[in-house]
């Protein structure tokens, strides 16, 4: 354990707050694919840093380090809120646009999957940070709108990839009763013109 802090204690807090700064930044615009990619890198430096966190602050160097990194509990909540609306936003377009062409849907998937891939590393590096730095808990706690807001954001993210799922499921459903529903409609003029033919020449015998 001391060896693992005495690594953590190599890292330079200007590093430190270069990197939380790229997740403040990083992804503000929707259509820069690199830029959420370069964000969730950033979240999940963050994250590798504080898993290795101790809850002790032994010198004054470990005091400045979690006062540092309490300052980061606004940036990945903020951070966190807008991969919730940037989620949401994208599946009420999803439902709004059914006629979407397949190159339309793909980019659509693409972009979703990078916002996921911001959302975990971020709620990860949260959730460290509220375990191992006190400071941290008691900025939420600060005031009643950011336990609010903290609370508001973690139910909206775990429902948008729950409906997600479910969204998921229903469409493979009804693909697949399109499906089944095509192929009986493709051998039902078969069976029809069949019976007629039976019956034409039922009555012709009968005649």
């Not at 992804?27 to 820069?32: A, L």
Request: proline letters at 2%; a negative charge; glycine letters at 4%.
């Amino acid at each position: 354990e001391s060896s693992s802090n005495n690594k953590k204690n190599q890292v330079k807090l200007s590093v430190l707050q270069a990197v939380r700064e790229q997740i403040l930044v990083g992804g503000t615009n929707n259509e820069d694919a690199s830029s959420l990619e370069c964000a969730s890198a950033a979240a999940e430096c963050l994250a590798l840093y504080l898993s290795g966190s101790s809850t002790s602050t032994v010198t004054l160097e470990d005091t400045k380090r979690q006062e540092t990194t309490a300052s980061w509990t606004m940036v990945l909540l903020g951070r966190l809120e807008s991969c919730g609306n940037h989620l949401q936003q994208g599946l009420i377009d999803s439902n709004n646009n059914n006629n979407q062409n397949n190159n339309s849907i793909g980019k659509n998937k693409k972009k979703e999957k990078q916002w996921y891939a911001l959302t975990a590393p971020c709620l990860h590096a949260l959730c460290l940070l509220i375990e191992t730095n006190p400071e941290a808990l008691q900025q939420i706690n600060a005031s009643p709108e950011q336990k609010t807001l903290l609370v508001r954001v973690i139910l909206g993210i775990l429902t948008t990839i729950a409906y997600s799922s479910n969204s998921n499921s229903s469409n493979t459903a009804a693909t697949s009763m399109e499906e089944t529903t095509e192929s009986t409609a493709e051998a039902t003029p078969a069976n029809n013109s069949n019976s007629k033919n039976n019956t034409i020449q039922f009555y012709q015998e009968k005649t």
